[in-house]
């Protein structure tokens, strides 16, 4: 059974200016202030961040296999060029 105990509570200090805005964004998203901080914190939470990395080792390897993938074309690209 789900309680209010399941959830941490934190305690946050805001500027004025910054809950002037989310509170516009939660107004706009029909959200309280409260759950429009939490979805903009999966949001910006679930991106892959170069100061964290990846959210796991797959994306890390789509990553390698998408830039060498753009240094293969890039080659090609470029040997196609000479050989008009």
Do not use: W
């Not at 500027?15 to 914190?41: C, D, G």
């Not at 959210?55 to 390698?64: I, N, Q, V, W, Y």
């Amino acid at each position: 059974m789900y309680s209010k105990y399941d959830e941490a509570q934190f305690h946050l200090r805001l500027t004025h200016e910054l809950h002037a805005k989310i509170k516009q964004r939660a107004k706009m998203n029909n959200r309280s202030i409260n759950s429009e901080i939490v979805a903009t914190m999966e949001e910006s939470l679930s991106k892959p961040s170069p100061v964290s990395g990846y959210r796991d080792e797959e994306e890390r390897l789509a990553s390698l296999i998408s830039e060498r993938v753009k240094e293969v074309a890039a080659e090609i690209l470029r040997k196609e060029k000479t050989r008009d």
